[in-house]
């Protein structure tokens, strides 16, 4: 994700923001004016922004001070202006317990803000590092917008204020909300990274004028639709104004890709990965201790192989042991590019004129993947993939709206490359999955469960074969007995000498490969019954070509006239290998499913399993031409496709 959210407490956790945060990449000097360490940090002063700010006499684009800071984010959620409003009651007479209430808003609260931190991907920002003056200030700008484009819609569909008894009533603030923005330049190990903290403060106006305390859960629940967001929005800018194109790259094995810009080296990306190094190789030293340890009596402490959390909990454990201490000295932002392009010709091993040239290698790799690549989006099969995905990567198949949201966001950056979208999308694409392709399964026994965001569904097709995400019984920690010899029994320390990454650490697979897959097999399965069922009419091969590779989606429906004429036999309906093998040269369009000899034969069982059963459908219906509207026989196809009765208990057995 490359945007990130941590809550802000009065006390000492406001002070780091003080001394560290608010003045750049370094740290703050002891009893200097925040306006002066900024200056000498070389770094842009905060900014004020968000809707909220007319309720508290702040304009978007205003300079935030220290006093501010201390009376919103450090004094419990004060108003900005505090000193001067209590100072206005004192002078006409007020007590000083009336003139400290008129200078706040709401109850006195001990989490005072949020701090979303908003980073473009790699490849931009080392454009950013190493283009021109023109290219800098357009990354920069695309940067900006987006953030701001982000907090308009957290403001419109995730903030909420709670009130009531427990909280259970919530309502948007119809003001807006209230945040300072902080820009920085560079990661602790030196290396560029631009990227700014926006500081969200908790308070909020209701309609009667009564402050109160943003839910902070709900900005948590919605972090990654927002990051898929900001993500699709800078790449469409920046790609838009300086004629480039985005691809998909793989980072992590089993995991999904993340767009970046075509034309810049992966080299030079691994360039600014310093970081990610270290946490790698830390990373492996805790998972092999998690797999090897054992209490007082000698048994396993832990599960004996490294499942999805307990990897994400290790990763978060291995980024804060090997966080070194922020640099002391400030360079200006000349400088820092300056020494940062002279640090990649050394260091990266990515040739010179390829580092001075970037924006000039970026643009001919647009040019070949636009003349290639149409920005062609398809709704009906859009919503096919979103809801594969989200069914298989979220536990026992159940899923919420923000997830739908977000994996159409992800879905809509694949598609398109770096084109703009037309506005609402993503919504059309989330509209299209829940009603063709969901049952809710909701039973809310609160407020907040009938509301629409928290709606809980799940697929209304069954996938055979690729079952929801579920934690398999042979890892099911049993007291009563050793785990099993062969998968269970945990790895021999590691001998004395052997580096990280040397010994063998059991994973529970990703979930990614297997959402890929179960796409492929419902947008084949959806295709076959369609063409059965309704004819050729229904136009579910109308497909976007970036969203696959051309020759793993299906041949087109046959014509009206031959649809009773049996197959050939021998026919490949499902893709052709040949094609796809040539096809791993050009990384653009198979890096997106990381296209390995294996997944190619899994790919080809599934499809030709699907065609199968299509030809079987066919075979039994094509004696029934009189029939109005004919239902397949084969009972999964029965399960997946007729139209379903609404209910909890109903959706819950067919989407397992």
């Not at 084969?634 to 609404?646: F, L």
Request: hydrophobic share 40%.
């Amino acid at each position: 994700m490359t945007v990130d959210i941590r809550v802000i407490r009065a006390g000492q956790m406001y002070r780091y923001y003080l001394r560290e945060t608010v003045v750049g990449d370094g740290r703050r000097p002891a009893r200097t004016p925040l306006r002066a360490a900024q200056e000498q940090a070389g770094v842009l002063v905060g900014r004020w922004m968000g809707r909220g700010l007319a309720a508290l006499g702040l304009a978007p684009g205003e300079e935030v001070t220290e006093a501010q800071l201390r009376n919103l984010f450090g004094e419990r959620g004060r108003h900005p202006h505090a000193d001067r409003i209590e100072a206005d009651q004192l002078a006409q007479g007020a007590s000083p317990a009336e003139a400290y209430r008129a200078g706040a808003l709401g109850r006195r609260v001990t989490v005072t803000g949020v701090d979303f931190v908003f980073r473009p991907q790699p490849s931009i920002y080392l454009l950013w590092a190493f283009g021109d003056e023109e290219t800098r200030l357009v990354i920069e700008a695309a940067h900006e917008r987006a953030i701001v484009r982000v907090l308009e819609w957290i403001e419109d569909e995730v903030a909420v204020i709670r009130y009531g008894t427990d909280g259970n009533y919530r309502v948007r603030p119809p003001g807006g909300l209230v945040a300072a923005r902080f820009r920085h330049y560079e990661a602790r190990s030196g290396r560029p990274l631009l990227h700014d903290h926006v500081l969200l403060s908790v308070k909020g106006q209701r309609l009667d004028r009564k402050w109160g305390s943003i839910h902070t859960t709900a900005l948590h629940e919605n972090t990654v639709a927002a990051s898929a967001l900001y993500n699709e929005l800078v790449a469409a800018e920046v790609c838009e104004e300086l004629g480039l194109a985005t691809e998909p790259r793989t980072v992590t094995e089993g995991r999904r890709p993340v767009m970046e810009i075509a034309g810049v080296p992966h080299e030079l990306i691994r360039w600014t990965a310093q970081r990610s190094d270290q946490i790698a190789t830390c990373l492996s030293e805790l998972e092999h201790e998690y797999v090897t340890a054992v209490d007082d009596d000698g048994e396993p402490k832990y599960l004996p192989v490294v499942s999805e959390r307990a990897r994400a909990k290790l990763n978060q454990i291995a980024a804060r042991k090997t966080r070194p201490p922020k640099k002391g000295k400030a360079r200006s932002l000349a400088q820092l590019r300056a020494d940062w392009k002279a640090s990649a010709i050394r260091t990266s091993g990515v040739p010179a004129d390829v580092i001075t040239s970037l924006l000039a290698y970026a643009r001919a790799a647009a040019a070949a993947i636009r003349a290639r690549v149409a920005a062609a989006v398809d709704i009906a099969l859009a919503a096919v993939d979103v809801t594969a995905t989200v069914f298989v990567m979220n536990s026992g198949g159940r899923f919420h709206r923000r997830h739908l949201l977000a994996e159409a966001r992800r879905h809509l950056a694949l598609v398109l490359r770096g084109r703009r979208r037309d506005p609402g999308l993503d919504d059309q694409i989330v509209a299209a999955a829940i009603t063709t392709h969901c049952v809710d399964i909701s039973e809310p026994t609160t407020v907040r469960g009938l509301e629409a965001g928290y709606r809980l569904y799940t697929a209304r097709w069954s996938l055979s074969g690729l079952p929801a995400r579920r934690r398999s019984p042979a890892f099911a920690p049993d007291p009563d007995r050793h785990p099993p010899a062969d998968p269970g029994e945990p790895p021999a320390p590691r001998p004395p000498g052997q580096d990280a990454g040397e010994w063998e650490v059991p994973r529970i697979p990703l979930q990614y490969d297997r959402a890929v897959l179960a796409g492929a097999v419902v947008r084949e399965q959806l295709r076959t019954t369609a063409t059965v069922v309704r004819g050729p009419a229904y136009d579910v091969v109308a497909h976007q070509q970036a969203a696959m590779p051309e020759q793993l989606l299906a041949p087109e429906p046959a014509d009206a006239e031959h649809d009773d004429q049996e197959q050939k036999s021998g026919r490949r309906e499902a893709l052709d290998l040949a094609a796809l093998r040539a096809l791993r040269d050009s990384r653009t369009d198979v890096e997106a499913l990381d296209l390995t000899a294996e997944r190619l034969r899994h790919l080809q069982d599934a499809f030709t399993a699907a065609a199968d059963r299509a030809h079987t459908t066919m075979g039994r219906f094509t004696h029934r031409d009189d029939a109005e509207v004919p239902h397949p026989a084969h009972g999964d196809d029965q399960q997946a496709y007729r139209a379903q009765e609404p209910g909890p208990h109903r959706g819950r057995e067919t989407g397992h």
